[in-house]
């Protein structure tokens, strides 16, 4: 998941598998989120977003889980591809959006 | 398709320069944004704009100014170039309602020697 630190935590996974990019947030009061792609070289994409008042929103081949709780954000990835390769961040909003340090997956074929 | 352009993809600039990076969005968004993002430390906020001709320092603003002058577009200026700016520069703009994501650009790799 997100931490602070120089390095970026690495995710690998089989093509094919299920991957799961974990995020923990820092402002209980945060009221919206946000998941983000980056390939190398590219600025950030928006993968899926999801309301304080929900905790499951499903895209194409994405989920995103919301624990409130524990202040927790998930990024499920289904069948994971070679195209899914790259930096995933989350963000919370709270006034102005706020990145985690972002996690790296890669593929393995 | 929305976009956040950014005027150069790689500058090389040398120290002492002063630089300009350019952002235009065609989306008729209120708020425009810059960041920098380098290893290790993510995306870190330098400055923000919520109107034309309005700005507001963000996390790291020492050594950068801005300038909006219309509301489409954003410049992001070092008034003097040193090798401790060298990075990704990132410029993004949303909508001004409380649940709007941004909207990035594809980045401005900037290197000063």
């Known amino acids: 998941g997100e931490s602070v630190g120089l390095h970026l935590p690495t995710l690998s996974v089989q093509e094919g598998d299920n991957s799961i990019i974990n995020c923990a947030y820092s402002n209980s009061a945060s009221d919206y989120f946000i998941w983000y792609k980056q390939e190398s070289g590219k600025g950030p994409q928006f993968i899926i977003d999801?309301?304080?008042?929900?905790d499951k929103r499903q895209g194409q081949r994405v989920t995103v889980l919301l624990n409130k709780t524990v202040k927790h954000l998930s990024l499920q990835i289904a069948a994971t591809q070679p195209g899914d390769s790259a930096v995933y961040f989350c963000?919370?909003?709270?006034?102005?959006?706020?990145f985690g340090k972002g996690t790296h997956l890669i593929i393995q074929p | 398709d929305v976009k956040v352009t950014q005027s150069s993809r790689y500058l090389v600039k040398r120290t002492g320069e002063k630089v300009f990076l350019e952002c235009v969005q065609d989306?008729?968004?209120?708020?425009m944004f810059w960041y920098r993002q380098d290893p290790g430390l993510g995306l870190r906020l330098i400055y923000f704009s919520y109107d034309v001709k309005m700005k507001e320092k963000g996390d790291i603003p020492e050594g950068y100014s801005v300038s909006r002058e219309k509301k489409e577009r954003f410049s992001l200026i070092l008034e003097s170039a040193s090798t401790n700016q060298t990075s990704m520069y990132l410029c993004?703009?949303?909508?001004?309602?409380?649940?709007?994501?941004?909207?990035f650009g594809s980045g401005t790799r900037l290197t000063v020697v």
């Open positions: 993004a703009s949303s909508l001004g309602y409380r649940e709007s994501g941004y909207t």
């Open positions: 963000a919370e909003k709270m006034g102005g959006l706020t």
């Open positions: 999801i309301r304080s008042n929900m």
């Open positions: 989306m008729d968004h209120e708020n």
